[in-house]
């Protein structure tokens, strides 16, 4: 057992990708090491601005031997009538460079047959390391590879030098064009010469005295910790995005946080586009005071040991300073006027080429909005409908800023504080940032009344007017995030507990587009027709789907959400309480043989080749076993009623349940296909009344128990 190391140094590598290229090169390491059934301990990948490395530990030193048996021609053509081999036995042996003498029978279920077993020895490791190094490079996730100078090799960066080692001995081979040795080189700044490699083992305690810190995650806790610290002094929280850290990480060898700070009066400068600014720009870390509010420092990560820190400090001061007075410039500039007088110039900004103006959009999206509003008042709400309209027309303004046109992700944000500013109504600037949320999967919610019907106007227009340009999301293309779109329309409709009909609101949302009389939307030359037809269908169709991704990201398997897609309920609250229902009647003892008895009642049905009448005709119910179902049902029937009323549906299927034994009895002493008609009938009857009791939650002949 040995140790070996890998490092391929390079110009500095891509911040964003170094991370995935580390963790993409130990799982082709790992996979090719066990198809080449070669073991090991363990694997340790390193990841540094100039070098991707490898650590295998307790790696045998070859493949292991194997056996191979090889089955020449039948017993009997093998050997003459007095046991001396025949042409065919000779010219096997011949092939395998053995004497007759040495094949041996093999016994199969189809006869015997002459054959040789022979020993296939394994390859050593470090035959064989060079070609898995090479494979899981060429096959690294690089989305451009270059070529360095004359080099016909490949690779993300220009490559420096290559190691590979068995414990203290170089493994000799050609890699990205470059002999392997065993000299590594360190920091580029502070030790940037090559150094001896003693050992595979002494890898990564030869780096750190050559001020790299090689391991990606040691390197990204240091930075958590020096960054905590620098916070911890001034009393604040510093922001820290998964996403930043891997790139600052990823950026330096050796690093060490220093904190700086800049002109309180940026402050009054919308804190988003300052964080925005020195995130995305300077890669900074943003502090904030225990209530989130933005504090006048940063903190950044150097790469370099500095004996005048506060050079490095007043040089990043100096830097940011003209960013942060950007922002403010945008930011005063738009207080220049309204935020209403922005709107003007939606009207010649398109939303859609085929789908008019943004000024259009933001009047769709004021009136659907307020159909929302009502609809939530009806249900006891308080929510102002003159505000909601208010809303829906400022939704749009801020596209028009000067502030959102330097920062786009600002969207919503800059429309709240301008609002504010202009001092519209709290609930109405709120909403315009709201309106975007829920950004991604398992984001927050708008809060406020207002912002949900913005929320869901704004989403629900643009599914209906792309689907009416037939613009709908094919394979994994989907520009306007139809998807992300419905799912958040559920969210918001299940998760604010609100008992809406999702196709009136798609309804009202057609209508939004076929009552701008004054707009003509055309696609290739024709008037786009909004009529409720093909649309709604369409539309009630992709909103349907999104329920099975959105459920089976929570763990509910697919046959519940099937079963409950059966009956298509129209309201997400609705569909979402029989999701929870039938999940919990799955738990039950009796939901296994309900469950058939359900399909097994559902195939009769279908089958039955008269019209099934509604009522069931009790003078008719001959056998105990069929009076003792119906007796169960009417029951059942009256049991239920109220809870329908109260959408309990988990109790509606628990008393449901209560039908197994009637059921089962019925099926085992009744014959429903009887010579007798009427009374055939009647059995069919019977179990239609059986079988729409269990539709009134959902279809549970779908599920699979």
């Not at 960054?227 to 950026?251: C, F, G, M, R, Y």
């Not at 909403?431 to 927050?444: A, M, R, T």
């Amino acid at each position: 057992m040995s140790t070996i190391l890998f490092e391929l140094g390079c110009e500095e590598l891509p911040p964003k990708s170094l991370k995935p290229l580390r963790d993409a090169l130990q799982a082709s390491v790992i996979e090719q090491l066990n198809e080449a059934e070669i073991s090991f301990d363990s694997i340790k990948a390193f990841a540094a601005p100039r070098r991707l490395a490898l650590q295998i530990q307790g790696i045998s030193d070859k493949q292991p031997d194997r056996s191979e048996q090889k089955r020449g021609p039948a017993i009997k053509a093998a050997f003459d009538a007095d046991g001396n081999p025949t042409r065919a036995a000779m010219g096997f042996a011949k092939g395998l460079g053995i004497d007759a003498s040495e094949l041996i029978t093999i016994n199969t279920d189809k006869g015997d047959y002459v054959g040789y077993e022979q020993v296939i020895h394994g390859q050593a490791t470090t035959e064989l390391l060079p070609a898995i190094f090479q494979t899981a490079l060429d096959n690294l996730p690089i989305a451009k590879r270059m070529r360095s100078g004359a080099s016909r090799n490949e690779f993300v960066r220009p490559v420096q030098w290559a190691v590979l080692m068995q414990d203290s001995t170089v493994i000799d081979a050609t890699i990205q064009g470059h002999q392997t040795g065993t000299q590594t080189r360190g920091h580029r700044f502070h030790s940037p010469n090559y150094h001896e490699i003693a050992h595979a083992n002494d890898y990564e305690q030869l780096l750190d005295s050559l001020k790299v810190v090689a391991d990606f995650d040691k390197r990204q806790m240091l930075i958590k910790n020096q960054v905590k610290a620098l916070a911890d002094e001034v009393n604040s929280d510093a922001i820290v995005p998964q996403d930043l850290l891997d790139e600052v990480t990823a950026l330096v060898d050796f690093p060490i946080a220093l904190r700086a700070s800049f002109e309180p009066r940026f402050l009054q400068v919308p804190q988003e586009a300052l964080i925005s600014t020195m995130q995305a720009d300077q890669k900074y870390f943003c502090l904030t005071d225990k209530t989130g509010k933005l504090q006048p420092y940063f903190i950044f990560i150097t790469n370099i040991e500095s004996k005048d820190p506060n050079q490095i400090i007043e040089g990043n001061e100096k830097v940011v300073r003209p960013r942060l007075a950007d922002a403010e410039f945008f930011f005063l500039q738009d207080q220049k006027q309204p935020l209403f007088a922005l709107t003007e110039s939606l009207k010649t900004r398109v939303f859609q080429d085929k789908l008019g103006t943004i000024w259009e959009k933001s009047d769709r999206i004021a009136k659907l909005a307020a159909f929302i509003a009502a609809l939530m008042q009806q249900q006891g709400q308080q929510i102002d409908i003159d505000e909601t309209v208010r809303a829906g027309i400022l939704s749009k303004a801020d596209l028009a800023s000067s502030l959102v046109g330097e920062y786009p992700e600002l969207q919503g944000i800059a429309g709240t504080y301008y609002a504010r500013l202009n001092n519209e109504p709290e609930a109405v600037a709120a909403s315009l940032e709201e309106q975007y949320l829920p950004k991604f999967s398992g984001d927050v919610l708008p809060q406020t009344p207002i912002g949900i019907c913005l929320a869901l106007a704004d989403r629900l227009d643009t599914l209906v007017g792309i689907f009416a340009i037939d613009q709908a999301p094919t394979g994994s293309k989907d520009p306007f995030s139809l998807r992300r779109s419905a799912i958040g329309i559920l969210r918001i409709l299940i998760e604010k507990q609100l008992p809406i009909n999702l196709v009136a609101l798609v309804e009202q949302a057609i209508k939004g587009y076929s009552t701008q009389s004054a707009v003509k939307f055309f696609v290739d030359g024709n008037s786009i027709d909004f009529s409720m037809g093909t649309t709604r269908t369409q539309v009630m169709a992709f909103l349907n789907s999104r329920y099975r991704a959105m459920y089976t990201e929570q763990g509910v398997s697919v046959d519940t959400i099937q079963a409950v897609q059966a009956i298509n309920p129209h309201m997400p609250l609705d569909f979402d309480q029989r999701i929870r229902a039938v999940q919990a009647f799955s738990e039950l003892s009796q939901a296994s043989m309900l469950a058939d008895s359900n399909k097994r009642v559902a195939n009769i049905l279908a089958k039955s080749e008269v019209s099934v009448a509604d009522n069931v005709d009790e003078a008719l119910l001959s056998e105990p076993a069929e009076q003792g179902l119906y007796a169960s049902v009417i029951q059942a029937q009256t049991a239920v009623k109220p809870l329908l009323e109260q959408a309990d549906y988990t109790q509606v299927l628990q008393t449901l349940a209560s039908l197994d034994e009637p059921l089962t009895q019925f099926f085992d002493n009744v014959m429903v296909n009887s010579e007798d008609a009427a009374l055939k009938n009647n059995r069919l009857a019977l179990l239609k009344q059986v079988r729409a009791l269990f539709l009134t939650v959902a279809d549970i002949s779908e599920l699979q128990l």
